[in-house]
């Protein structure tokens, strides 16, 4: 089972500062949702609309394949108690969908907390087998602590998109509750743990968090790397790790480019451009809380951790940096009757194109004419309608001329 790997990997990773620090490393590791777990919760509410039996019954086969799973990975005991949670959770989702179905309606609320659950059961699926396996260990629901503001429009988000982010930690908010929970009587545990012969590990739920008011909400899709990259930030981690499928981010999308291979090390600027524009090994928000704090992110294969994969950490040369570069070694050149070369380093056998990324689904929508230049408000305007549709804009291209705007939006859209 993949949720035993990953615990034996957490376990390993810890063991391993043991050779750096002399002691083991505390760990704390967000999760996601049993594979497809999520994509089955939303099937869950849409069926409601339609026929509350099927809703039920496919609500009912989600569980019991969580269920089954605890079983097999955890001791009797602890299966027990996270059986009983699983079930309380699947009548709290059996209530709000049958509002559902009484107003033919599904709010965008309703959506974020039914499908957050996928997170909450993984959390308490791994924590049970640690437990088993004799670790010191705590489940967190980041709901209880993680406070965000959203910034962007409501629901989920489109799956595997990099442009729909929409919400911002609160972080003060966030820090104060999340140090409250540490305070907890049954958290002493965690921190009385002798860290020369093991650490304690604190299982987070991904992708799910809480609005100042107390409604649950999410990180949209793709959001559980955010919840990482929040979560180290808070607790001053000196690395993170995203597990993966994959050696890391490579220069190209491998299923189409079969001669793709692994980059060795990234800047933060470059990983958030490659992830914008369609690499989905990472979402660019993820990267925001690493970079004031200089956090490193090692993005590494599960299924084959022997590799290094890709780090991802410090800062590109800025357009002022490179301008002032390239000022100062064309007046070098001048001065000694050379040619100017590129003032910017790279490493031995390091290509200064970082990586070729593609984005699906994207269409074109062109605004021309032979009046537009003399339209001072032209752009102002465009872009006031396309915010109020809630469309958002993935490139702007102007002609020199002034005669036209292209803008690429998604298909959907």
């Keep these: 089972e993949l949720y035993m790997e990953c615990a034996n990997l957490l376990r390993a990773e810890s063991a391993a500062a043991v050779n750096n620090f002399g002691s083991h490393a505390p760990t704390m590791a967000i999760v996601s949702a049993k594979g497809g777990v999520t994509d089955k919760l939303i099937q869950v509410v849409k069926a409601s609309l339609e026929d509350m039996d099927a809703a039920k019954e ?35 989702i059996l209530n709000v969908v049958r509002a559902c179905s009484l107003m033919r309606f599904i709010p965008a609320a309703t959506m974020e907390l039914v499908t957050g659950y996928g997170e909450v059961w ?23 602590v993680l406070v965000v503001e959203q910034t962007g429009g409501d629901g989920l988000g489109d799956k595997g998109s990099s442009n729909v ?6 972080w003060p908010e966030t820090a104060s509750r999340l140090v409250e929970w540490f305070k907890q009587p049954k958290m002493q545990e965690l921190t009385a743990v002798d860290c020369s ?33 929040i979560f180290a930030r808070l607790m001053g981690a000196s690395k993170i790790t995203m597990w993966k499928n994959v050696n890391g981010v490579y220069t190209a999308d491998p299923r189409r480019v079969p001669e793709a291979f692994p980059i060795e090390s990234l800047k933060y ?6 992830a914008y524009f369609g690499a989905q090994v990472l979402h660019p928000s993820a990267m925001r809380p690493c970079i004031e704090n200089r956090i490193p992110i090692y993005v590494r294969n599960i299924f084959n951790p022997s590799h290094p994969g890709t780090v991802i950490q410090g800062r590109a040369c800025s357009l002022g940096d490179s ?34 990324t593609s984005v699906d ?27 109020r549709a809630g469309v958002q804009v993935v490139m702007v291209t102007q002609a020199s001329s002034d005669s036209s705007i292209c803008l690429a939006v998604s298909e959907g859209d």
């Excluded at 650490?199 to 559980?224: D, N």
């Design 323 to 356: 301008k002032q570069r390239w000022s100062e070694e064309a007046a070098s050149a001048r001065k000694d009757n050379r040619k100017a070369v590129c003032p910017v380093i790279l490493g031995e056998g390091e290509s200064p194109i970082r990586g070729v």
């Design 269 to 274: 600027d470059e990983a958030i451009e490659l």
């Design 58 to 92: 496919l609500l009912r086969t989600i569980a019991d394949e969580q269920m089954e799973v605890v079983r097999k990975i955890s001791s009797p005991e602890q299966s027990a108690i996270v059986e009983k949670l699983i079930q309380a959770d699947q009548a709290d």
């Design 165 to 170: 982010m929409g919400v911002d930690p609160l």
């Design 122 to 144: 993984s959390a308490m699926t791994m924590h049970a087998y640690l437990l088993r396996e004799g670790v010191v260990a705590q489940w967190l629901d980041a709901r209880d």
């Design 197 to 229: 012969d093991a650490a304690p590990i604190v299982i987070v739920t991904g992708f799910v968090a809480t609005t100042l008011a107390g409604t649950p909400t999410t990180l949209k899709r793709s959001g559980s790397d955010y919840s990482a990259t």
């Design 361 to 387: 689904n994207v269409a074109l929508l062109n605004i021309e004419g032979t009046g537009t230049s003399s339209v001072p408000d032209l752009t102002s305007r465009l872009f006031g309608t396309l915010e």
